[in-house]
Nanobody
Framework: VQLQASGGGLVQAGGFLRLSCVAS????????VGWFRQAPGKEREFVAA????????YYAASVKGRATMSRDNVKNTVFLQMNILNVDDTAVYYC????????????????????WGQGTLVTVSS
């Protein structure tokens, strides 16, 4: 599985961004696709995840109500729409894929993800 994330950039506080993650290769083996972020000096943290086969979505408390994850099945692309951005959202955002049935139970843990995209930087200015 290969993942390509894009859509990051510089945005003012209160604004929005839509990140994209294109999956290719053995996408049929994916159970979950997730978004994580890593701010400078901090550990990578869970943002959102989608059950690739059922479509259910899950969000971290820090973004719930501001984030929406969706997908384009034809293009094997998932999107993360982030609204009302604040400076605490500044981070490199990564998309990952879980390809293990047992790991799918722990979609909030980055160790559950076997594949990662290269990351896209989101900078929110005050």
């Amino acid at each position: 599985v290969q993942l390509q994330a894009s859509g990051g950039g510089l945005v003012q506080a209160g604004g929005f961004l839509r990140l994209s993650c294109v999956a290719s290769g053995r996408t049929f083996s994916m159970y979950f696709v997730g978004w994580f972020r890593q701010a400078p000096g901090k550990e990578r943290e869970f943002v959102a995840a989608m059950d690739w086969r059922g479509g259910s979505t899950y969000y971290a408390a820090s973004v719930k109500g501001r984030a929406t994850m969706s997908r384009d099945n034809v293009k094997n692309t998932v999107f993360l729409q982030m609204n009302i951005l604040n400076v605490d959202d500044t981070a490199v955002y990564y998309c990952g894929a879980i390809t293990s049935y047992y790991s799918a139970r722990s979609y909030e843990e980055n160790s559950s993800y076997a594949y990662w995209g290269q990351g896209t930087l989101v900078t929110v200015s005050s």
